[in-house]
């Protein structure tokens, strides 16, 4: 399965479920916005590795919320301590979604180390997160969606061929804060 | 009048913010403060693995509508710059960073005078407005501290020296 094409479905469920969306740098928040601008995105334009804690904390913070986060191989293993994090808060909902395509993908696709040994849904196990997936066809992500806790989804290597994202970061924000934090009527 | 410790100055200071949200490394001078934010139903708490982590959580909680601060020794500013650069900065997501600011007078542990010479240093060069108060002020500069955060939307830090946690008031 080719990322974009992940991508499409996660978007399709989380707009289904209601769901904010956080999408991690480079390519994946690219394709992210190539399938479907919608104000329940927030596209990460820095700080790499970051991605599952920015969902964790919007989802901590909004617990009647759905909170889906777009992470990657590469970004995860950068902060693997957020898997501790996430197996810890232990809240119902909060999906994290790893697209692993085994290489830094936005960068020349280098390998990383889940093209070899590592394997991230054993260490989100073993970090304790008690609902780990592993999907690697589009029929079983579709199934894998309505989940909390990580999902790993196998991915082909390769990026779309989609622009920048013509937002600035202000853009970004105001937009997916209109949504998630509206200006309450009393203030 | 009964004396108030420097741990319950900060957090008096953070509960008059109306700081609601928390995410903490520890630091030996924290642990007083950290645990009157464990003890509070109305501020949330996440201990973190490494303070860049815990930058992302508060911003997504502050995305969330949530008043977040970060507590945490000064050795995880450095941790936690590109962050503080390429996340609060970029999207101009306020932070209140309460720091135990260590490796000064009175430091036994030689490893900690490195990163707290550099610690005001790094704070100015990345344009973080940055208080130190005496524990008499801290309660005024703690809620002021994130006044300015939230208004500036910028991180903003207060440094609380060796010195600072010795003295009662």
Known sequence: MRRIEAITIITREAESQGALLVGNIGYPSRELYAVGDRPNNFYMLGSMGLASSIGLGLALALPKRRVIAIDGDGSVLMNLGSLATIADQANENYLLVILDNGCYGSTGSQPTCTSRRSDLAAVASGAGVSEVKVATTASEVQSCMKGKGVLVIKVEIGNAEVGVIPLSPEEIMGKFMAISAPPSPSS | ?169
């Open chain 2, 1 to 169: 009048m009964k004396e108030m410790s420097p741990s319950e100055a900060v957090y008096n200071g953070m509960k008059g913010a109306g700081i609601d949200f928390v995410v903490s490394v520890p630091c030996v001078n924290l642990q007083e403060l950290i645990h009157l934010v464990d003890l509070d139903p109305k501020i949330g708490h996440v201990p973190v693995t490494r303070e860049e982590e815990g930058v992302g959580i508060a911003a997504g909680a502050y995305m969330g509508g949530k008043r977040a601060a970060l507590l945490m020794q000064n050795s995880g500013l450095g941790n936690s710059i590109n962050a503080l650069a390429s996340l609060n900065g970029l999207y101009k997501i306020p932070l209140l960073m309460i720091i135990s600011h260590r490796g000064g007078e009175g430091e036994t542990i030689a490893g900690q005078v490195p990163m707290g010479r550099l610690t005001p240093k790094l704070l100015d060069v990345m344009d973080i407005p940055r208080f130190s108060p005496s524990p008499e002020e801290a309660e005024e500069i703690v809620a002021r501290a994130w006044e300015l955060a939230h208004g500036g939307r910028t991180p903003t830090a207060v440094l609380l020296d060796i010195e600072f946690w010795r003295s009662l008031r």
